[in-house]
């Protein structure tokens, strides 16, 4: 009788990845739209832990590696305190990479409408993301945006912005890296670059 051997799979597993957010709503629903829209949200979990520093969050991504292929955390540089323990932190773990905007995740949104170095700090009683929001807020369609709120900013950039901002992020961030002052920019495309790996077949090996 003839015997037939199973076949390899043609392809591997889509990993199983976490997305710790620093903030409960904007950022957080942000990045929910977005894996929607690459239509990775089955392989990918996305919370916020009840930590809002740097360091505790890291924290908690290390301690959930042995469930999960790769971990982010999305963080505003902002004014933290344990910003750059929270650096070292990650660096030594083997799963978990940081997603930092300077000053905050509203920076991404601002590349919506074009390129910027602006730098922003405090100022008074304004924090710098106070202010970079203010700036955000000048933009059809973000009058009434506030941090923290749950609206989906995502479905409404979509498209041609969102493509801009993809295109000039990357530019934005080599330049922050070579002046070595990284006030502002943001890595969060990179996590949707991953986000649009996973939603095409992995070839295995």
Excluded at 122 to 148: F, Q, R, V
Excluded at 154 to 180: H, N, Q, T, Y
Excluded at 184 to 201: A, I
Aim: net charge positive; charged share 30%.
């Amino acid at each position: 009788m003839a015997r037939f051997e199973r076949s390899k799979p043609r392809f591997k597993p889509q990993p199983k990845v976490l997305v710790i957010c620093e903030d409960t709503k904007s950022g957080k629903r942000y990045l929910e739209d977005a894996s929607l829209y690459f239509r990775v949200k089955v392989s990918v979990e996305i919370i916020h832990c009840g930590k809002t520093d740097p360091k505790g969050i890291v924290k908690e991504a290390i301690s959930r590696q042995k469930k999960f292929d790769h971990i982010f955390c999305a963080i505003d540089r902002d004014t933290h305190q344990n910003f750059d323990e929270a650096l070292i932190l990650a660096k030594a773990a083997e799963k978990v990479d940081i997603i930092v905007s300077y000053p905050c995740f509203e920076f991404w949104l601002l590349l919506h409408f074009g390129y910027s170095r602006k730098p922003y700090a405090g100022a008074g009683k304004h924090s710098a993301a106070d202010l970079l929001i203010k700036d955000l807020c000048t933009y059809p369609g973000l009058e009434n945006y506030e941090k923290g709120k749950d609206l989906s900013i995502f479905k409404l950039l979509l498209g041609k912005r969102f493509d801009e901002a993809r295109r000039i992020a990357p530019k934005v961030l080599a330049e922050a890296m070579v002046s070595e002052e990284m006030n502002p920019s943001t890595r969060l495309h990179e996590l949707l670059d991953f986000f649009e790996k996973l939603s095409l077949p992995q070839e295995a090996l």
